[in-house]
C-alpha cells in the first residue's frame, strides 16, 4: 500500500442526495456545510468559487476546485453579484449522512445551461485528515488528462434515471477527487508534501511502502535497508533528504496516527491491545510515544475524541494492522 492509497482510502461519497434546479442569473449558491472536502466540477457553462477567506476563484467548463472546510464557500454567476444566497447543506443532506453530492443546473439567458457538480466527503479519523493537512484551503485541477474522460462518464451517468446510478456516481467523484488531487500533487510548485515525492524514489518509495503495509513489523534501519536493496547509512540519508525525517521517527509518527483512530474505532480494545496492534509489546512504551507524538496520553486522547465524535460515527478501515 502507498502512501496516498493509505490516506484517502477513508475519504468516500456515500449514500448522497442528487438535486436538480433550474436558475437564472444573477445567482448564488452558499454551501453551508463546512465540509472537511468538497470537490466541484462545471460541466457546462461557467461561475465563481468563493470561498470564506480568500480570492474568489473562476471555475469554468470541465475545470474542477477542491475547497478544504471547515469554512463555508459559495458559487456565484458573476463576483458581487446582488443574488440572494441559496442556502446549500441540511435540505441536500449533510455530511454527517455519509457525504453530500447534488446536481444542480440553471439557464444563463444569453449563454445556455450551465451544470455543477458537487461532491461533499466527510474525512473522519487521523489517517484521512493528514491527507486534509496538506492540502491548501482552494485547490484547482485544469481541465485535461484523466480527470476529462471521468468528466465524460458523469455527463453521460448524470442525464439517465437508471438501477444502481447511486453507487456509480459515488464511484465516479472517488474517482473524479483521486485525479484531481494526483494532479495537483505533480504540478510544479504545489507544495505538495514531502511523502507525495518520495513514493517515486526507487529506495525510499519501496521503504514507505513496507512501513505501510507492516508499520507493526520491528523495524528498523538495517532491516528496512535489506529489503530495499541498500546500505543502512544509504537508506538513512535518502529517507531524511527526501520525506524529512528519519525512517523510524516516520514510523513511529504513522503507527500514533492509526493508534489514535484505533482507540476511537474499537471502544473495546484495551490500551494495550491497541499497542499491541500497532507493534508494541509494552503499553507503557506506547502510552509515552503516543504522548510525545499526540500531546496527551491514549486514554485522554480516546475520552476526547469519543466525546467530539457524531452518534452515528462510521469508521474507515484501517490498512495494514491487524483486526
Not at 474517482?175 to 515525492?197: I, Q
Not at 496516527?257 to 494495550?272: G, H, I, P, S
Request: charged share 20%; net charge negative.
Amino acid at each position: 500500500m502507498d502512501v496516498f492509497s493509505d490516506l484517502i482510502r477513508g475519504v468516500r461519497a456515500h449514500g448522497s442526495l442528487f438535486g436538480s434546479t433550474t436558475l437564472s442569473p444573477p445567482w448564488s449558491l452558499h454551501f453551508v456545510d463546512g465540509a472537511p472536502l468538497t470537490l466541484c466540477t462545471v460541466l457546462t457553462g461557467a461561475g465563481w468559487i468563493v470561498p470564506e477567506h480568500g480570492p474568489p476563484e473562476p471555475l469554468r467548463a470541465r475545470q474542477t476546485i477542491i475547497v478544504r472546510g471547515p469554512a463555508t464557500f459559495t458559487f456565484v454567476d458573476e463576483v458581487g453579484t446582488g443574488a440572494e444566497p441559496i442556502a446549500c447543506g441540511e435540505d441536500c443532506a449533510t455530511p454527517e449522512q455519509g457525504g453530500t453530492r447534488h446536481r444542480l443546473g440553471w439557464h444563463e439567458d444569453d449563454g445556455g445551461p450551465t451544470t455543477l457538480i458537487v461532491g461533499a466527503y466527510p474525512v473522519r479519523g487521523e489517517i484521512s485528515r493528514r491527507l486534509l493537512d496538506a492540502l491548501p484551503v482552494v485547490l484547482r485541477a485544469e481541465a485535461g488528462g484523466t480527470a476529462d474522460a471521468v468528466l465524460d462518464h458523469l455527463a453521460a451517468e448524470v442525464a439517465i434515471d437508471t438501477p444502481g446510478q447511486q453507487v456509480v456516481l459515488d464511484r465516479l467523484l472517488d474517482w473524479m477527487l483521486v485525479c484531481t488531487l494526483r494532479e495537483w500533487f505533480d504540478r510544479p510548485g504545489s507544495a505538495a508534501p514531502a511523502w507525495w515525492s518520495a513514493q517515486r524514489d526507487p529506495v525510499v518509495g519501496e521503504a514507505l511502502r513496507l512501513l505501510h503495509a507492516e508499520p507493526a513489523r520491528p523495524w528498523t534501519v538495517g532491516a528496512l535497508a535489506e529489503r530495499t536493496g541498500v546500505s543502512r547509512s544509504t537508506l538513512a540519508k535518502r529517507f531524511a533528504d527526501l520525506v524529512g525525517e528519519p525512517p523510524l521517527t516516520y514510523l513511529t509518527r504513522w503507527r500514533m496516527t492509526l493508534a489514535a483512530d484505533l482507540l476511537v474505532d474499537r471502544a473495546a480494545a484495551t490500551v494495550a491491545d491497541v499497542a499491541r496492534t500497532v507493534g508494541y509489546a509494552d503499553p507503557f512504551g506506547f502510552s509515552a510515544a503516543f504522548k510525545r507524538v499526540r500531546g496527551v496520553n491514549p486514554s485522554e486522547f480516546r475520552q476526547a475524541a469519543i466525546a467530539a465524535a457524531p452518534a452515528a460515527r462510521r469508521a474507515p478501515p484501517i490498512s495494514g494492522v491487524g483486526t
